[in-house]
């Protein structure tokens, strides 16, 4: 947003006003609206009130604090806004300022409104949405690539809102399964930490009176007791810490994002849902890609784009290379070892026959059920950890309490 001078004639006297505004255009149009009578000239400044530039400072300071985000459902909705108005005729840049005016979402607006600038300047919308790559992703930034270079940017914009809804459905649909599993989750813990801080400490004294010899459980139980008696603070905040730690070098360190992100997949169930998710979202833009008749090379650099785990990327990175060598795309994708026999078979069956597209989405679809399948079935996979953890938790504490009491027992009957 910049500041404009705008200098005016009402009532036979000349007046002067500042207003904000992102052109020229904008301040005649808010001049207008407000019937400030005949414009004389209109010139921007430098000149910025105090009360505007305590709000820009205030602001600014907001927006390091926290970083604002847009939602995924607002997204989809602009997008498919896009989209309509872009199939209408009307063009992308007539597009783009209309939804910076009417949005209500003020980062969105604040977006639309740079895109528009840059729009001005004779940038590609590519170009001006890479800027905000972070709050957009991958997956858009290929898409409207894509329409670029297609020509067909309502079409592109259309199937983009359609994989953004879908993977917002799923990430409910996750948030939603596992709901109940966390509950237990927490349920356990807090149950544990009641019985180790207020229950424990009775039997404390107890075994202390009788000065008896303690089993090992009812050592290590009495060892957690007062770990979390006297350091609970600090355990907490050394896991809190570790967590942020952990995050914080997730985003610095390319090297420990490999490693971390290798290892994730090996993970029980938490790797099967990456594997899945981010194998039905690569396939499902490479057969876009494909179809729109985007050469096969430029394809799949585009869709990798969409990959965020660095072990799956690189390894569908490198089918890119072996098509450069002439390798086929069924015998590429089979040296990743990411693709199951089945799937191979109807790769190589598109390509021979030229329907690739038409087999790459039949494969989509294999990885968007197995996907579904684990999300709508997760409470089933991750009960028998849960009533493991629980029956582990049960039988520790009834040792550590009960083993002492029975030893005293058979002491008292001899």
């Known amino acids: 947003m910049k500041f404009f001078d705008v200098e005016y004639i009402e009532n036979g006297r000349r007046q002067k006003i500042t207003l904000k505004a992102n052109s020229k255009s904008d301040v005649k149009n808010i001049a207008a609206a407000r019937n400030y009578g005949m414009i004389v000239k209109i010139g921007e400044t430098t000149n910025i009130p105090l009360a505007d530039r305590i709000n820009e400072f205030g602001d600014t300071m907001m927006r390091m604090v926290i970083k604002p985000k847009l939602k995924t459902p607002t997204l989809v909705a602009t997008i498919r806004q896009l989209s309509v108005m872009t199939n209408a005729g009307i063009s992308i840049h007539d597009s783009v300022k209309e939804i910076a005016k009417s949005s209500d979402d003020k980062r969105l607006q604040e977006i639309f409104n740079t895109i ?10 590519t170009d001006s949405i890479m800027a905000f790559k972070d709050e957009f992703g991958d997956v858009t930034i290929a898409m409207i690539r894509l329409g670029e270079n297609t020509g067909n940017m309502a079409e592109s914009l259309a199937k983009l809102a359609e ?23 927490i349920a ?16 404390r004294e107890i075994f202390e009176q009788l000065g008896a010899n303690l089993p090992l459980p009812t050592q290590m139980l009495l060892g957690i007791e007062s770990a979390l008696s006297n350091y609970g603070i600090i355990i907490l905040a050394i896991f809190v810490g570790t967590i942020f730690f952990v995050k914080k070098t997730y985003n610095k360190s390319l090297e420990f994002k490999k490693k971390f992100d290798k290892y994730m ?32 090379a430029e394809a799949l650099d585009t869709a990798v784009l969409t990959v965020t785990n660095e072990e799956l990327k690189k390894k569908l990175s490198s089918v890119k290379i072996l098509v450069g060598r002439g390798v086929s795309l069924t015998e590429s994708f089979k040296d990743t070892e990411l693709y199951e026999s089945m799937l191979l078979q109807m790769i190589n069956a598109g390509e021979q026959s030229g329907s690739l597209d038409a087999m790459l ?25 849960l009533l493991a953890v629980l029956a582990v938790m049960v039988t520790f504490l009834a040792l550590g309490i009960f083993m002492p009491m029975w030893d005293m027992a058979q002491a008292v009957k001899n």
């Open 163 to 185: 994989i953004m809804q879908e993977v917002w459905d799923n990430q409910q649909k996750f948030k939603k399964a596992i709901r109940y599993p966390i509950t237990v989750i």
């Open 361 to 385: 989405e039949k494969v989509t679809d294999y990885y968007k059920m197995k996907f579904n399948d684990i999300i709508d079935n997760i409470s089933t996979y991750i009960e028998p950890i």
């Open 188 to 203: 356990i813990v807090i149950a544990f930490a009641i019985m180790m801080l207020s229950v424990v400490p009775k039997f």
């Open 265 to 296: 997949l090996k993970v029980y169930l938490i790797g099967n849902i990456l594997f899945f998710s981010s194998l039905s979202r690569f396939n499902l833009v490479f057969a876009e890609l494909v179809r729109a008749g985007i050469p096969i």
């Open 116 to 125: 528009n600038e840059d729009l001005n300047q004779g940038a590609s919308l």
